[in-house]
């Protein structure tokens, strides 16, 4: 594929194409690690990655962790390098057979090893779930694999076609290109991927996942998580607010809460701790209202424990407050929790888990 560029109106050129070396590729999938996660199916869409994770014969280039626990180890490769042909097959098999011989603890020794800190930790995985679901990955060598190149050639799709057809549903080869363009100050990177389809195919094919349960349309998950420096529960079961932020990522979910729904309120590491009404659209902190002995009062004018951003935070980075009508609250040190109930990274997000409702209904006195 040919590729022009020009600058300012200026003439057409040709851009230098391709990487100085691999490293070049594999900062690129460190700092946006969707590029090569992007055919999973993913609500969050929140991953963490790190380079030169040591797997016992040698470093994987990158590795990704995604929320949900998936795992996926990316080699990348240039057309200059002639393993793209076929020795970095065996290479990147080799890591995966023996990072699939792991722990978990394993995993993340190997993790913070390589300078990324605890994924654990990074993904905010206050309840273990992430944790779990990584054992369990580890245990079934689920694992997508990618071949991250500056060039596809018909070498590599014959053997990622092969590959998907020989190997179980829950391991799936993937190859990437990222054509990279420069000239000047201005570059472009163009992914294109082949072998998504086949791995999705042989996935429909494998044992198929338990329905979601349905929705009820107006009970909600919200996860407040509190800090030394940072919000605390004992304002929000006092004035009657949940809240998020330092973020859009955080702060999006909790800013979806719609008017009039019940929110169940999770405390990380503690567990359930109210549940009320939404009583109103969430707002940034500095302009957020309560209700207070029957007057709408500007929480940033209240005694706080806590601690909830600046006023001069951009509407990206701000916290977001949501008013809640309390039916009932309980402190942290009574907060409620039973194996199997539902939790995990959001902010907010709807509550489909049957057992959960019922079991919350009961303890906090409300229909279920």
Known sequence: MAILIREHG?????????????????????????????????ETRTAVACREFQSGVGPAD???LEAEGNLTLVECKLASNREVRREVIGQVLDYASRIW???VDEFEQAWVKAGGGSPFEALYDTDGSIRAAVQENLESARF??????DGINDDIRRIVEFLNRITVPETGVVVVEFMRASSGTTEVLIPTSFGTDYVEAKAAQGKPREPREPWNGHDWYVAFGEGPDGRSWEDAARYGFVSAGGGEW???????LPIGARVFVYLPRHGYVGVGRVTGQAMPF????????????????????GTYGSLEDTADSA???????WHSTRAREQAFWKKGMFANQNSACPLRSRFTIDELAAFFGVDP
């Open 62 to 64: 990158v590795v990704v």
């Open 286 to 305: 500095g302009q957020a209202e309560v209700l207070l002995e029957g007057t709408s009062t500007r929480l940033a004018e209240l005694p706080l424990v």
């Open 250 to 256: 955080y702060s999006r979910t909790l800013r979806n």
């Open 144 to 149: 997508k694999i990618v071949l991250a190149v």
């Open 101 to 103: 011989q792991m722990s």
């Open 319 to 325: 916290e977001y407050v949501v008013p809640v009508d």
């Open 10 to 42: 200026g003439d057409w050129q040709e851009p230098v194409m391709g990487y100085d070396n691999e490293k070049a590729l594999q900062e690129i999938i460190l700092a946006h690690p969707s590029l090569v996660t992007g055919s999973l199916t993913s």
